[in-house]
């Protein structure tokens, strides 16, 4: 099998392929245990040799695959020598399914600058030595300056040049393979981003005390990158660019903590628990603490203005607020950020989760639900009540030791779409779900 040079699409249909053959029963059983083999090449910039050259080595191995990654894990890091020199030794091989077991990619970064970031892929074969050049491109360097509207150092501040493509992406084979970059700009406003690949990229600025801002190539300003009504910029291998001057605006609001305490409805204080500061209305504005051994939290983090929300999730769905659909999570105590200021006291006790065992009935015109429910932390058979609500027909049943049944009747039809909202108890979290029993 030949390196193949392609992209995060090719190498799934790889492995797609050899589960399918699996599946259909067809793959040839797992070869024994790996051998090892040599890789070794030059690495040349313009046909000339790239002393002490990065070179990493990355590997996926097939036989571990997992249907939703295929990334690749660094497993060896060497430099070139004087002569664009490199090898890997006892490299692991062998087959595995009429495949190579193992499949590599070497990464190659100039150090100097002046080549651009490279990736190849290739096979290693077990007892032998597999020789794989790698000619680097020459690298784009991309100039400019930046000052502060607050007149502040613009050491501060850092350029970020982003490929379209990992932009793009979710979930990329390995964030490194592609070609980004963040840069700080020097104390005169100047900054120089290199070793960059030809592409397309987003240019970005942002600091400490400012927000993100794009730079916008048709007015050559700083836009917010949400709204941004210019093009991405297109750079060719090789070429040196300098970006006219801009001036960051977008001053990030002030310094906002705010700390509190998780315990349990006993008052014993809770480790572990994830704790999200959010703006409401306004998506993913705050951010997230864990709970100590203490059972306390503090979050700090530039906060604008307005009301927020703290919610605690527990990893493990032990513990719970209120239980939503499997994760123990829940919204309490909302408070107003006016500029920089300290919250305390954003307690909270959480109650234990439930394991939940459901069983149905129904027909035409009924449908009869019961549940089996245990406490999650002591196993305990919780009371309280359960509530059905389908087609605007309503009925609430008392629990009793973790049991209860509810029948609904008059629906119409014999397919029921059920809502069952479970009222919880002083240290049991209630739930909320939907069924569509069928």
Not at 113 to 120: I, P, S
Not at 365 to 384: A, Y
Not at 413 to 431: I, K, L
């Amino acid at each position: 099998m030949k390196p193949r040079h392609t992209s995060r699409a090719a190498l799934a249909a790889i492995v797609l392929s050899v589960v399918a053959l699996v599946l259909a029963g067809l793959a040839s059983p797992a070869s024994a245990a790996a051998s090892t083999g040599t890789l070794k090449g030059v690495v040349t910039l313009s046909g000339s040799p790239v002393k002490n050259a990065k070179v990493q080595l990355y590997t996926h191995l097939r036989s571990e695959f997992d249907d939703s990654s295929f990334a690749y894990d660094r497993v060896k890091t060497v430099s070139t020598d004087s002569k664009g020199r490199y090898s890997f030794n006892g490299v692991k091989s062998g087959t595995w399914n009429g495949g190579p077991k193992y499949l590599y990619a070497v990464l190659v970064t100039d150090r100097s600058g002046k080549g651009a970031k490279t990736l190849r892929y290739v096979d290693v074969k077990k007892g032998r030595t597999t020789t794989r050049k790698v000619g680097l491109k020459p690298a784009v360097i991309l100039t400019g300056s930046v000052a502060r509207s607050d007149g502040g150092s613009p050491a501060e501040l850092v350029v970020n040049v982003s490929s379209n493509e990992t932009r793009n992406d979710t979930d990329p084979l390995n964030q490194e393979f592609y070609p980004d970059s963040t840069t700080p700009v020097r104390s005169n406003g100047t900054f120089t981003v290199e070793g960059l690949a030809a592409g397309e990229f987003q240019v970005v600025v942002k600091g400490d005390a400012y927000l993100a801002q794009c730079y916008d190539f048709d007015t050559s300003t700083l836009e917010e990158c949400r709204n941004r009504p210019g093009t991405d910029i297109v750079l060719k291998a090789g070429e040196r660019r300098t970006l006219a001057p801009v001036v960051a605006t977008k001053v990030a609001p002030p310094v906002a903590t705010v700390t509190g305490k998780v315990t349990d409805t006993t008052g014993r204080s809770l480790k572990g628990v994830e704790v999200t500061v959010r703006q409401i209305g306004k998506g993913q504005v705050g951010g997230a603490a864990v709970t100590r051994s203490s059972g306390r939290f503090s979050y700090k983090g530039r906060l604008p203005a307005g009301t927020y929300a703290v919610r605690y999730d527990d990893p493990k769905h032990v513990w719970a607020s209120q239980y939503r659909g499997g994760g123990a999570q829940s919204v309490s105590r909302t408070f107003e950020i006016v500029g920089g200021e300290t919250i305390r006291g954003v307690d909270d006790e959480l109650k234990s989760s439930t394991n939940n065992q459901m069983t149905y009935k129904s027909g035409r015109g009924f449908i009869e639900m019961t549940f089996s429910l245990t406490r999650r932390v002591s196993g305990g058979r919780p009371s309280g009540t359960m509530t059905l609500t389908s087609d605007g027909t309503s009925q609430t049943a008392v629990v009793r030791k973790g049991k209860v049944t509810v029948r609904l009747t008059g629906l119409p039809g014999s397919r029921h779409e059920v809502h069952a909202a479970y009222s919880g108890t002083s240290n049991t979290a209630g739930f909320t779900r939907s069924f569509s029993p069928r």
